[in-house]
DNA sequence: ACCATGATCCGCT
DNA sequence: GCGGATCATGGTT
C-alpha cells in the first residue's frame, strides 16, 4: 500500500494523499480488534477486502484501516500518516477551522497521524464500509517505493503483539509519525 | 448495570 | 516527557 493514493471528491472538489506509513492487523494478533470476536464494532474488518473500517477511539478520534482479508478473515491495514498532494485548503479547514496562514510545520501537521489523518480527510462513521474500488473515497495506483526504501518497526501504541514488526513506512519521508 | 481501557493528539513543562 | 481530554466498546459482575 505504501506509494498509492487514496483519493476523496468531495462535490467537485478532490484530495489526495500518497499513503507513507502502514501497520498491519489481524486475527490471530492481541493487538488487532479482530482478536476476540467479530462485533458490531470491528465487523467491517470481516468483511471481503477492499473496503474502509473506520472506528472511533480515545472519546474523539477516528483511524482508517484497508480491509485486506478474505471475508470472515478480519485483515486490515490502518493507515497512519500520507503526503498531502492535492486538496491541502480544504484539510486545512477539516482539520483547523481557524487557521489563518499556512506554514510547514502545520503543513507536516496535517496528516502525520493515523487520527490526523482522518479529520483532514473527513473521514468518520459515515465512512465505514465503503467500498475503495468504487465510492467517494478510493484508493489508486501512485508512486512505487522501492524496497530500500521501506522501512518497518513495531507497532505504534500498542501493548501486545510488539515482537511483530509490522509497522512499514518510507524512509525519510516527512510525515511519517514520530 | 458497571467500569477500565484504548491501533491518539495536544498543550504544557 | 507527561497528563488530560472524552466516550464507545466490550468484558466482567
Redesign the pocket.
Known amino acids: 500500500m505504501l506509494g498509492k493514493l487514496i483519493v476523496r471528491r468531495i462535490g467537485k472538489k478532490l484530495i489526495i494523499g500518497k499513503i507513507v506509513e502502514v ?1 498491519a ?1 489481524c486475527k490471530n494478533d492481541p ?4 482478536f ?2 467479530r ?4 465487523d467491517v ?1 470481516f468483511w471481503e477486502g477492499g473496503c474502509l473500517y473506520v472506528y ?6 477516528f ?1 482508517a ?1 484497508v480491509v485486506t482479508g478474505k471475508e470472515g478473515s478480519g485483515e ?1 491495514v ?1 493507515i497512519r500518516a500520507v503526503e498531502p498532494l492535492a486538496g491541502i485548503e480544504v484539510m486545512t479547514k477539516n482539520r483547523f477551522s481557524n487557521l489563518k496562514s499556512y506554514n510547514h510545520q502545520s503543513l507536516i ?1 496535517l496528516t502525520n ?5 482522518c479529520e483532514s480527510f473527513g473521514i468518520s462513521r459515515k465512512e465505514n464500509g465503503l467500498d475503495l474500488l468504487d465510492s467517494e473515497i478510493i484508493i489508486i495506483e501512485g508512486e512505487t517505493i522501492p524496497s530500500k526504501m521501506v522501512k518497518r518497526s513495531s ?5 501486545q503483539g510488539l515482537e511483530k514488526k509490522w509497522r512499514f513506512f518510507v524512509k525519510d519521508n516527512t510525515w511519517v ?1 514520530k
Open positions: 501497520e492487523y493487538a488487532s480488534h479482530a476476540r470476536r462485533t458490531n464494532r470491528n474488518m472511533f477511539t480515545y472519546g474523539m478520534y483511524c484501516n486490515a490502518l501537521n497521524g493515523p487520527a490526523k489523518f507497532r505504534i501504541g500498542i501493548q509519525s
